[in-house]
């Protein structure tokens, strides 16, 4: 029976030899392969769910698809007996040839690799190796003694999911029952004399989340491992639990790989900022130094600190551009498509920033405003109180704290009152119209008296008139003063008391403070006698 079995073997390959040389010689152009060469639609052989072999080549007229139907039914042919069946190769001209049981099952062809640098060999013996698990896979299910078994270990590996289950949630019960005690001991040390840093609130809801979030992890990867050991103890599963088990050893070493491959740049970014940080200090020092008097001109004590804050913003610009080609995933087109939108943004959105930006440094650079000055721009005037690289700050004299944007500051006229005096203060001025009937050197002399009676005005240097204007009807006269910036007094009220002593002084030699366009002189006098200064409502100041 033996000799028998083997001499028809024997003829079979022989005369599949004849057949494979008589199609190499009719197609010249596959070669000396036993393959006709025709591109196909690769298909894949599985059996009992486990993968033996992709066929990618028509070998002998048949088609891949052909091919997979003929070896998975001798497959399934062959492993329906009960003998021991073993799996060998065979060489065939440029392919090899599979067995199983004495059976051709399958030949693997040059064509059906999946890289031309590969062995037919290699692929060959690999498939023989899969196909004998496959036998033995076959076996075991079979046996009722080994699925029973199989059962066993599940269900003990089950049991002891539950219970890993029940003990996550025990501990987590634990620690969330133990955490507010702890966050409190621990709050009592994190202190700042007696400031407590860490808001209890937020941070137990943050530990809070964190530690769900930690739980969660523990019972996906217990859930995971369950299932891929449960799948692994049947045959036909077996497949499946050890995909996923390669699967997340892949996802590890994936992981793993990626970190320790970006810990050079990582340190090579970290450098590069740490050199960048130790710039900025010492270009702060520098820059410190440079601008005692005497040195440099334009950088004083109030064009420091934008000076210093513009040599550090471009610093750090450079570090990170140098910085950025050594970050993880700078390479990737997502990382790229990302720092594109960005840009795009900034450029789209920030045109009014930079104008402001440029604004600020404007008026910071050409000094035409300065924190205590008195200035008028447009409609409103105040004391300034901050420069800003966008916005301006002026307190008026009405109470009142007004935020201009600093390109509204530079396309508009600048008055300061504070610049032109001697030392310290700022110039306080007002008009008042007076009709020609009136000597001007009596005005003017009125004018000084009432800036005189005023508390906060200096007299020296002492106030001057200016007659500005000879108009139609009346002469214009300008009284300018210097203040006193000590003074608690704001502009306005200050205007407010020199307006009053105008008015007393005016009243006190009986010159009228009126200006129509003259049609002819009053016949009564428009002026205030001294006995009714201080009529019903008003208070004497000596009756307290």
């Not at 065979?90 to 590969?118: C, K, N, T, W």
Request: glycine share 8%; charged share 20%.
């Amino acid at each position: 029976m033996g000799r028998w079995i083997g001499a028809r073997l024997s003829l079979m390959l022989v005369v599949l030899g004849l057949a494979c040389a008589v199609a190499a010689r009719a197609e010249p152009a596959s070669g000396p392969d036993a393959t006709e060469g025709v591109a196909a639609d690769p298909v894949e052989l599985k059996i009992a769910n486990r993968s033996i072999v992709v066929f990618r080549a028509t070998l002998l007229g048949e088609t891949p698809a052909g091919r997979q139907q003929r070896a998975k039914a001798v497959i399934e042919d062959v492993l329906q007996g009960t003998d021991d069946l073993q799996v060998s190769t065979a060489p065939i001209l440029h392919s090899y040839m599979v067995l199983l049981g004495g059976r051709r099952a399958f030949i693997v062809s040059p064509q059906d690799l999946d890289s031309p640098e590969g062995s037919v060999q290699e692929a060959a013996a690999r498939a023989a190796a899969n196909l004998k698990v496959v036998v033995e896979e076959t076996g075991q299910a079979r046996n009722l003694r080994f699925l029973l078994k199989a059962l066993g270990y599940s269900a003990v590996a089950t049991v002891l999911y539950v219970l890993l289950l029940r003990l996550v949630h025990f501990l987590r019960r634990k620690v969330r029952g133990r955490l507010p005690q702890l966050m409190r001991e621990r709050a009592r040390q994190i202190r700042v004399g007696q400031l407590q840093l860490f808001d209890m609130q937020y941070l137990y809801y943050l530990a809070d989340r964190l530690i769900w979030l930690f739980c969660w992890a523990v019972v996906f990867l217990l859930s995971y491992e369950w299932l891929s050991y449960v799948l692994s103890q049947f045959p036909y599963t077996r497949p499946w639990g050890e995909s996923l088990d390669v699967y997340l050893f892949r996802l590890l070493d994936y992981l793993l790989s990626g970190i320790v491959s970006a810990i050079p740049g990582i340190a090579v970014a970290v450098m590069i900022f740490f050199i960048a940080r130790g710039i900025s200090g010492f270009s702060k020092r520098l820059l410190e130094r440079l601008s005692r008097p005497g040195t440099i001109r334009w950088l004083t004590e109030e064009t420091l600190q934008p000076t210093t804050r513009l040599t550090s913003l471009a610093i750090w610009l450079f570090a990170v551009v140098m910085a950025y080609p050594y970050l993880p995933g700078s390479g990737t087109e997502a990382f790229k498509g990302l720092s594109v939108l960005v840009g795009l943004m900034i450029s789209l959105g920030a045109s009014s920033v930079v104008g402001q930006a440029a604004s600020g440094l404007i008026l910071t650079y050409s000094r035409t405003l300065r924190a205590g000055e008195f200035v008028r721009i447009g409609d409103h005037e105040g004391t300034v109180t901050e420069v800003g690289m966008f916005n301006t700050t002026i307190r008026t004299g009405l109470g009142e704290v007004l935020t201009l944007p600093n390109s509204m500051i530079t396309g508009s006229v600048t008055k300061n009152y504070s610049r032109i005096v001697q030392g310290q203060g700022y110039v306080v001025d007002t008009v008042v119209t007076i009709g020609y009937d009136t000597p001007w050197r009596q005005v003017e002399a009125m004018l000084i008296e009432a800036a005189r009676r005023t508390d906060g005005i200096l007299q020296v240097p002492p106030p001057y008139v200016f007659q500005t204007a000879l108009s139609d009807f009346y002469p214009e006269y300008r009284l300018v003063a210097q203040a006193i910036p000590s003074e608690p007094r704001p502009r306005a009220q200050l205007l407010s008391m020199l307006h009053a002593h105008i008015q007393d002084v005016f009243n006190e030699y009986g010159v009228q403070i009126m200006s129509p366009h003259y049609l002819g002189d009053p016949d009564i006098e428009k002026v205030v006698s001294r006995e009714n200064w201080y009529a019903a409502p008003a208070k004497h100041p000596e009756a307290d």
